[in-house]
């Protein structure tokens, strides 16, 4: 392992345009639960994975609002609310600070996320795309007019929208079945394509379309890494996989491209 992560930061010194993919597994260490991922049957069910407590096609899928809104805007309300109160970790704050470094030397850098939780922004990254919207701020399901919540849990369920009287609040995620953003789809292919170096950090490479852009990559001759605690889809496949928690990786990572004072 030792070796992948000099080789990706030995690339990261001298690359002028990076992309990194993160999934939930970077913000593992904020206390968020991944969707997917070993887990263990006799943990306590407020410590599995996501889908090991929750079935997706109840919750995740403009079906299952329309069959059941209150039970979905609960759900996710009380994922907002988990959001809201965790804090970026030192994954988090590695990413921002390549970010720092690269630009500083005049090259480019894009994060595209596929979290919700905004803990990229907060950790001071500024070049974030979201590609699965976000939790944390919610829309009129009749006018598409976004809203940010108060910082407390809703005071009921489902929300009304104060835009429209017939209208409810959804979250501005992207569910199963539905389209992601376009020009964020369209910056995330386009950037993939003509990037020196990719890094995949925290996701499982099992939802589409974010699973492929590392082949997008590799296909136009990039280095392309994996830093993930499990193997994926993708880690055959990448030039470096590297096999750990993202919070203490990505630090080392940075250091071993930038220097000690990183
Ligand atoms: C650590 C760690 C630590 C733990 N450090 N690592 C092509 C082929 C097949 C199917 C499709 C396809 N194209 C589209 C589809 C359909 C579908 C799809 O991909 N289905 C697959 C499941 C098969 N995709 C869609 O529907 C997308 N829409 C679309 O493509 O529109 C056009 C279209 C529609 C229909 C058909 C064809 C085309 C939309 C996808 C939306 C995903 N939405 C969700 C919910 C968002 C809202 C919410 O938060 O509730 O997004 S699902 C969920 O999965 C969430 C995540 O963003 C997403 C990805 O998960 P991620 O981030 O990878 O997390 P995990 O949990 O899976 O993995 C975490 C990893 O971290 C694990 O490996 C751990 O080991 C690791 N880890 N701790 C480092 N400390």
Not at 222 to 232: D, G, K, M, Q, S
Request: glycine share 8%.
């Amino acid at each position: 392992m030792e070796g992948a992560l000099q080789m990706l930061a030995t690339r990261l010194s001298t690359a002028r345009r990076v992309v990194v993919l993160t999934g939930a597994g970077v913000s593992a260490e904020s206390g968020l639960r991944t969707f997917r991922g070993a887990t263990k049957e006799d943990l306590p069910p407020d410590m599995r994975t996501l889908w090991a407590e929750f079935d997706p096609a109840t919750l995740a899928t403009p079906e299952a609002f329309a069959a059941d809104p209150e039970k979905v805007t609960r759900w996710y309300d009380w994922r907002r609310i988990g959001c809201l109160a965790a804090e970026p970790n030192p994954g988090h704050l590695a990413l921002a600070e390549m970010e720092r470094k690269i630009v500083a030397r005049g090259g480019e850098f894009s994060l595209f996320t596929q979290n919700v939780d905004r803990l990229h922004q907060r950790a001071g990254s500024t070049r974030v795309f979201e590609l699965h919207g976000s939790i944390i701020d919610w829309r009129c399901t009749e006018t598409g007019r976004k809203f940010t919540p108060p910082e407390e849990r809703m005071p009921h369920y489902p929300a009304k929208s104060p835009f429209h009287p017939g209208g409810l609040l959804r979250p501005d995620v992207v569910w199963f079945g539905e389209q992601l953003p376009e020009d964020v789809l369209l910056e995330a292919m386009t950037r993939s394509r003509s990037c020196d170096v990719f890094i995949s950090v925290g996701t499982s490479a099992v939802v589409y379309p974010a699973a492929g852009f590392v082949s997008l990559a590799s296909a136009e001759g990039a280095f392309t890494a994996e830093v993930n605690l499990e193997a994926t889809a993708n880690s055959r496949a990448v030039d470096a996989a590297i096999a750990g928690r993202s919070g203490d990786l990505l630090p080392r990572v940075v250091r071993a491209a930038f220097g000690r004072d990183s």
